[in-house]
């Protein structure tokens, strides 16, 4: 199984109502193989964070060893702690954002996922790249 980092973004920027989200893809030699990134309008910063993951995911065909790293506390912790997987096993349709997140739970069962937070803005290299890619797709929708 090949393994893989990830560092994840989502962003949204009410004055112009539109979201980004973007991730930057490193093999195991730490190389960047990909970027991804795409912008969203009637959305929010959680739902961005949450798709940067999910499209990153979907980006790997074969099962990989991914480890996604990401300023949310939100969704590292969702992730982490089980709470997306809890919500759908009790059918709890009270959280925001099911859609997501329920497509998550399938990449999850078909990779194996590491989640590592790391602060925000605080120049980390590639962070602050994912932050860039995601504030641009936003602005160019």
């Known amino acids: 199984m090949k393994k893989y980092k990830c560092y994840t ?18 093999d195991e030699s730490d190389n960047i193989i990909a970027e991804l990134h795409n912008g969203n309008t009637h959305t929010s ?8 993951v999910l499209e990153t995911l979907k980006y790997f065909k074969e099962p990989s060893d991914i480890t996604i ?4 506390m939100y969704v590292v912790n969702t992730i982490q702690e089980g709470w997306a997987k809890k919500w759908f096993e009790e ?4 959280k925001s954002n099911l859609d997501l997140w329920f497509e998550v739970l399938d990449y999850l069962d078909f990779h194996k996922v590491t ?5 925000g803005h605080a120049h980390n ?7 860039e890619l995601c504030v641009f797709a936003a602005q160019c929708l």
Do not use: F, P, T
């Open 69 to 72: 790293i990401s300023d949310s």
């Open 45 to 52: 910063n959680n739902r961005m964070e949450i798709r940067a």
């Open 9 to 26: 973004d989502g962003s949204y920027q009410a004055s112009i109502k539109r979201g980004g989200w973007a991730s930057v893809i490193l």
């Open 125 to 131: 290299e590639l962070n602050e790249r994912a932050d």
């Open 115 to 119: 989640m590592q937070w790391v602060k």
């Open 91 to 94: 059918e709890d349709y009270s």
